[in-house]
């Protein structure tokens, strides 16, 4: 580690891509680990998408301004294993078998369950099907079309694991969403930190971490996730092959994943986000406990896609979304 | 020739490829399952929603755009009404897309007020976005319509009145015919306007796919696996397809109504 520190501020540098400093704290991440190491940080594209992360790689190899490390969507992950190093950070253990790939080439770093934010002027809601009452016209909205947006799909997952349905069958979630529209509940704008605000969409399914009054800007807000329909979702970090800083680039995974106070599980926790090594941290006593308090509560077992459930509910979705909602 | 060069480049070459590409699938071999996709009740659907949408929103654009041109053209020539409605109109006809749409919403807001319908009539398909669409397809029909009736000339209108002719029986037998070539025109212009307009709809009913633009955005972008270039190939040669059936329509008519002109 002593070796890693001194070879990677030798370097001096790290860039970094796609990163809102909103964005589950990102904004205090970068700054703590300047300040720490001594290493200046190219924060590139902050509001970029996972895709374009990986363009990025491709695009710009060989250059010194290529991403050093990406923070992506398991899918674009899976997808471009054979871009990135392997590489494994001291508290490897610590992360999930499942949520990591066996031979280091990317490891999950922090997520969230898919939740109902909404506008505390409607009360306390507490199950999906309150919504379908005549005070919900027009109020219910989603991140996004289920058969383009990975968050909007996840939203409509959960409504159906919320209706009794399972991770390999979205058909409830549809049926869900048919009789939202049915009762002139569905909004079919995309929610977005705008429409929040102008009031527009005062119900939005969305991860947890982006459906928290401080991110979404509006204080009146509250977040809640239905009984037994903990769906989650997770980023995965990775490290370019290619990188041109190959030691910074190791010693910031070697952050992120640190379970310190100021280290990179704990500070993504501060921002809402749930870090993955949360479990083992909790057995430790290594976790921020009044942060993890402010996590919206979940009941019931949390609930991955694998690739293949979520590639069959795209194509359900694909044949039977539009027929549901119009 | 410049002239031909220019068409090949930005009007044959691009839909050359789309044509080409609707016949291929992602691996590059020949296949028609792009084009029997075409044919299946969803797909169908889509093309269904986008020429309703179309024809409506064109209709009401050209009705309330040929009388409010009308009403332009009857002031007085140099008048600042005239330049204002003009100005107004050349400015209106391309306010569109996310704009035009977040305008709508912040108008309609959580509390609509004073509103001639319920907020959530305007999201309603097609006549709520029909009324969005109007906001650009009104202006434009003013804009292109506005020369044909100032070349209605008042002689003619003084002649048939002379004559002992109604109002009525002006606008049946000179005015009427007049303008008929031109207001057909206008009509496939504000239609097939209105078919490639998407960004006002994706902004407005992102969720809810009516329209075949926003199926071939979802199928140029899915990130949940569902993105398929040649399925948007052959979803745009259908559209292609479909203004050449309202073109050769429209020339059809054209022929018919313009048939004393000659």
């Known amino acids: 580690m002593t070796a890693l520190v001194a070879a990677a501020k030798k370097e001096g540098t790290l860039n970094v891509i796609a990163l809102p400093p909103t ?19 190219n924060s590139a594209l902050p509001d970029g998408s996972s895709q374009q992360e990986v363009n990025a790689i491709k695009q710009e190899n060989g250059s010194p301004k290529a991403p050093d490390v990406v923070d992506v969507g398991l899918a674009v992950a899976l997808a471009n294993t054979s871009l990135f190093a392997p590489y494994e950070v001291s508290t490897w253990s610590s ?36 919504l379908l009452g ?33 991770a390999g069958s979205i058909a409830a979630g549809v049926n869900f969403f048919a009789k939202l529209k049915k009762a002139g509940n569905f909004s079919p704008i995309q929610a977005t930190g705008a429409s929040i605000k102008a009031g527009t969409t005062p119900v939005v399914f969305d991860w947890d971490y982006l459906n928290l009054p401080s991110y979404v800007g509006v204080s009146n807000w509250k977040v809640f996730i239905p009984q037994n329909a903990v769906l989650g979702g997770y980023y995965a970090q990775a490290i ?10 190791r010693l910031w995974e070697e952050f992120l994943y640190s379970q310190a106070a100021d280290g990179g599980q704990n500070l993504w926790l501060e921002g809402g986000a749930r870090p993955v090594e949360q479990p083992a941290m909790t057995t430790d006593n290594t976790i921020n406990a009044a942060a993890a308090s402010k996590l919206p509560a979940v009941t019931g077992t949390p609930v991955f896609l694998t690739q293949a459930q979520s590639t069959g509910a795209a194509q359900y979705l694909a044949t039977n979304w539009a027929k549901a909602v119009s | 020739m410049p002239f031909f060069g220019y068409v090949g480049l930005f009007l044959l070459l691009p839909t050359g490829i789309v044509v080409w590409d609707a016949f291929k699938n992602p691996t590059g071999h020949f296949t028609l399952s ?88 305007y999201y309603s398909f097609p006549w709520g976005i029909t009324v969005i669409y109007a906001y650009f397809q009104i202006p434009l029909m003013v804009l292109v319509f506005l020369p044909a009736i100032d070349g209605l000339k008042v002689q003619w209108r003084e002649a048939s009145d002379s004559l002992g002719s109604s109002a009525w029986q002006y606008w049946r037998y000179v005015g009427g015919p007049l303008l008929l070539p031109a207001f057909l025109g206008a009509l496939l212009l504000l239609f097939a306007n209105a078919l490639s307009a998407f960004a006002t709809i994706q902004a407005w009913e992102d969720q809810i796919p009516y329209t075949v633009a926003q199926q071939i955005y979802t199928s140029t972008s899915s990130e949940v696996g569902l993105a398929n270039i040649n399925y948007a190939d052959a979803l745009a040669l259908g559209m292609v397809v479909l203004v050449a059936i309202v073109m050769t329509g429209y020339a059809l008519l054209q022929r018919r109504a313009a048939r004393w002109l000659r």
Not at chain 1, 100 to 114: A, I, N, R, V
Not at chain 2, 81 to 91: D, E, K, N, P, Q
């Open chain 1, 240 to 249: 370019n092959k290619n990188a041109p800083h190959p030691a910074a680039a």
């Open chain 1, 134 to 166: 005549p005070q919900f016209k027009n109020a219910v909205a989603l991140n996004g079309n289920p058969t383009s947006a990975n968050a909007a799909l996840n939203g409509v997952m959960m409504a159906s694991l919320a209706e009794g349905g399972t």
């Open chain 1, 23 to 41: 964005w589950a704290n990102y904004g205090a991440i970068i700054s703590t680990f300047e300040k720490k190491y001594g290493i200046t940080i």
């Open chain 2, 34 to 121: 792009g084009l029997t996709a075409l044919g299946n009740s969803q797909v169908r659907g889509f093309f269904i929603g986008s020429f309703k949408l179309s024809l409506v929103s064109a209709l009401v654009g050209a009705v309330f755009g040929a009388i409010l041109a009308y009403a332009v053209a009857s002031g007085n020539p140099d008048g600042v009404i005239r330049r204002l409605y003009l100005a107004a109109s050349g400015v209106l006809a391309q306010f569109g897309g996310v704009t035009l749409a977040f305008a709508f919403l912040a108008l309609i807001g959580p509390a609509p007020t004073g509103l001639l319908f319920h907020a959530s009539w």
């Open chain 1, 95 to 130: 992360i999930p078998g499942a949520q990591k790939d066996p031979s280091g080439l990317w490891y999950e770093d922090y997520g969230g369950y898919m939740a109902v934010g909404y506008s505390t002027k409607f009360g306390t809601i507490t199950s999906l099907n309150q």
